[in-house]
T-cell receptor, first 112, second 118 residues
Framework: GENVEQHPSTLSVQEGDSAVIKCTYSDSASNYFPWYKQELGKGPQLIID?????GEKKDQRIAVTLNKTAKHFSLHITETQPEDSAVYFC???????????FGTGTSLTVIP | GAVVSQHPSRVICKSGTSVKIECRSL??????MFWYRQFPKQSLMLMATSNEGSKATYEQGVEKDKFLINHASLTLSTLTVTSAHPEDSSFYIC??????????????FGPGTRLTVL
């Protein structure tokens, strides 16, 4: 089955700096890669996703890049703000499949 | 759009009792709903996949007789923890996948239910 690894497990940045979280996956058949943000005591919220026919996607301060050859994808947050502090999870799945394979999460702290 | 609700948000019960958690997709129909369990500072662990009108598919190691899942409609799935014990205390989260159209491969998560068994 699919194995998703996520790094780093914790990340602290100064407000205004950029944050990058990286994930690798093992199954070349995976073709859908969402990113979720989870605040303490709440459910995960989808923040951005990318499909395998696209190499990069951007939504305001958030961007995701995908390298299918190397089987890794990354989340980029620019101009970080304290409200970006949360746990971020990456995931991988088949386009029409059911199961998401989640990474182990990255706890991001943005220092004011 | 794509809002998923869960009820209750928190529940405290005595050991041996059963607890039912509801998961509803509020503004879309979901043929498939998922139930996850999350321990503190850990990732989401898939417990089972439920499809409307059919039996749930449980992940290895998850007791189907203990965690009863019912998906009676395209907007409602329930998880019942039967004869709960303290080790069942956890954060339970559901998610739903849209039926058709844009984003059919996306899961939208509920806010979670914190279960504490005394």
């Amino acid at each position: 089955g699919e194995n998703v690894e996520q790094h780093p497990s914790t990340l602290s940045v100064q407000e205004g700096d950029s944050a990058v979280i990286k994930c690798t996956y093992s199954d070349s058949a995976s073709n859908y890669f969402p990113w979720y943000k989870q605040e303490l005591g709440k459910g995960p919220q989808l923040i951005i996703d990318i499909r395998s026919n696209v190499g990069e996607k951007k939504d305001q301060r958030i961007a995701v890049t995908l390298n299918k050859t190397a089987k890794h994808f990354s989340l980029h947050i620019t101009e970080t703000q304290p409200e970006d502090s949360a746990v971020y999870f990456c995931a991988a799945s088949y386009f029409t499949g059911n199961q998401f394979y989640f990474g182990t999460g990255t706890s991001l702290t943005v220092i004011p | 759009g794509a809002v998923v609700s869960q009820h209750p948000s928190r529940v405290i019960c005595k050991s041996g009792t059963s607890v039912k958690i509801e998961c509803r997709s509020l503004d879309f129909q979901a043929t498939t709903m998922f139930w996850y369990r999350q321990f503190p500072k850990q990732s989401l662990m898939l417990m089972a996949t439920s499809n409307e009108g059919s039996k749930a598919t449980y992940e290895q190691g998850v007791e189907k007789d203990k965690f009863l899942i019912n998906h009676a409609s395209l907007t409602l799935s329930t998880l019942t923890v039967t004869s709960a014990h303290p080790e069942d205390s956890s954060f339970y989260i559901c998610s739903a996948r849209v039926v058709a159209g844009v984003g059919t491969d996306t899961q939208y998560f509920g806010p979670g239910t914190r279960l504490t068994v005394l």
